[in-house]
């Protein structure tokens, strides 16, 4: 059954698809970026997906309800250019790790207290208005250069190396799952898995594609930028045909109420 609260929802249903079609969009947001960035001159590969991200961002914003499609491709665009942000910071400006983690880090925490101030509510359950749906997405980027610049910090300045890194956030995207049994508040439990996707993914990623001197398995980020890409196309379709099959009922829920 519908219910009235979902009719106008703008974000999807978490499910065991979203987590992994996430992992992946985090994984190739990483890898493209660093193909992008290091292969062509930065500024203008940035401004140009900056360009890009607006234009998918009004694709988005513009359904006013969950379409499959147009979510995730939003989302991997966020992938793509919070992490050009993250890395341009690093790369270009020259701010370590450390800086650039603890300035994102307290960019999310401002857009939280923000949020919850002006909606009196955090959750992904409420996002039914664009207001809502403006503050989602301001956290979603936040935490998308937070856990880019976190996943280097890491992997670099820590020096564990990218398998060592995304093994630990591993864990650390597991506790929350066990947490919520355990009656941590279903918000934080997401939030704080969700921003653990993203160096997560990268992590992964970036042992993947890395020359063997940074430890890697040297794939090549082009091989694990397309490979990614393929699953994330998967995916989406998937949840596209499902939306498809239960769009005839989510008309006639509205059309009731």
Do not use: N
Not at 6 to 16: K, W
Not at 39 to 49: E, G, H, Q, R, S
Not at 73 to 95: E, K, N, R
Not at 173 to 179: D, L
Request: charged share 15%.
């Amino acid at each position: 059954m519908i219910r009235a609260s979902d009719r106008l929802l703008r974000v999807p249903e978490l499910t065991a698809l979203f987590w992994v079609v996430k992992l992946l969009t985090t994984g190739v947001g990483e890898t493209a970026s660093d193909f992008l960035v290091k292969t062509l001159d930065p500024v203008p590969v940035v401004l140009a997906a900056a360009v890009v991200f607006v234009a998918c961002f009004l694709v988005q914003f513009t359904a006013r309800r969950y379409v499959p499609w147009r979510y995730w491709l939003f989302v991997s665009m966020v992938a793509v250019f919070g992490t050009m942000v993250a890395d341009v910071t690093h790369i270009v400006i020259g701010v370590p790790y450390l800086v650039s983690t603890t300035a994102f880090a307290a960019a999310l925490v401002v857009v939280f207290v923000l949020w919850r101030r002006v909606e009196g509510t955090i959750s992904v359950h409420s996002i039914t208005t664009g207001r809502r749906e403006l503050f989602y997405w301001a956290t979603v980027l936040a935490t998308f250069a937070l856990g880019t610049a976190l996943g280097d910090l890491t992997a670099t300045t820590f020096r564990l190396g990218y398998l060592g890194s995304g093994i630990v956030f591993a864990v650390l995207f597991a506790i929350p799952g066990v947490a919520y049994r355990l009656h941590l508040p279903a918000t934080a439990a997401f939030w704080w898995a969700y921003v653990l996707t993203r160096p997560l993914g990268a992590s992964f990623a970036d042992w993947l594609a890395v020359d063997r001197a940074r430890g890697g398995l040297a794939l090549g980020t082009p091989v694990i930028s397309g490979i990614g890409a393929v699953l994330i196309v998967v995916g989406i379709a998937w949840m596209q045909v499902r939306y498809r099959r239960s769009a005839p009922a989510l008309r006639a829920s509205v059309a009731e109420s």
